[in-house]
């Protein structure tokens, strides 16, 4: 049988809905997760916890294929469109990779708040758009924001 490739926008759907489910089932129900119909405010899950306050994180996931060269060498790098690109307040960053062959996110993810994106990148004038790139295992300015699939659960439970 062959196998189809799966194209950037189904990839980049499984990647928000595996995401969500991993948030809502990590955190043993507490998170509760949507989609909204569109994305044209850059928002790919609003995260909100189950009889909670009706505080919202708004999360715009950013998702690579483990099968691209870059990654095969340790390297995340992927693209914000500046356009797209509305820091505020609540409104974070998600970069995962997608693991094609094992159906599934790799462990280890960034989530920035779009705030310090904007400062940390605030040297990037002029581009049409941002680049995120960070390795998996190395000190860079990115460090305190990596973690593990299994922790970003237990981090939108506080920040809720």
């Known amino acids: 049988m062959n196998e189809r490739e799966l194209g950037s ?3 980049g759907k499984i990647a ?3 995401i969500g ?3 809502a089932q990590g955190s043993n129900g ?14 790919d899950l609003i995260f909100f916890r189950r009889g909670g306050s009706g505080k919202a994180i708004l999360a715009q996931v ?9 990654l095969s060498q340790g390297t995340y790098r992927t693209h914000v469109r500046r ?3 509305k820091p505020r ?3 974070y960053f998600i970069f995962v990779a997608f693991d094609q062959s094992e159906k599934g996110l790799f462990d280890i993810l960034w989530f920035i708040p779009s705030i310090d ?5 605030v040297g990037q004038k002029g581009e049409k758009v941002l680049v995120f790139q960070s390795r998996f295992n190395s000190k860079d300015m990115w460090e305190e924001y990596r973690m593990s699939l299994d922790e970003l659960p237990q981090r939108i439970v506080q920040i809720l």
Do not use: H, W
């Open 62 to 70: 950013k998702s690579r294929t483990m099968q691209s060269k870059l």
């Open 89 to 91: 307040e609540g409104y």
């Open 30 to 43: 507490q998170i509760n997760f949507a989609s909204p119909f569109v994305d044209d405010e850059g928002v």
């Open 83 to 85: 356009a797209s690109f």
């Open 21 to 23: 489910m991993a948030c």
């Open 16 to 18: 928000v809905t595996l």
């Open 9 to 11: 926008s189904l990839k």
């Open 117 to 121: 994106l904007e400062k940390k990148l």
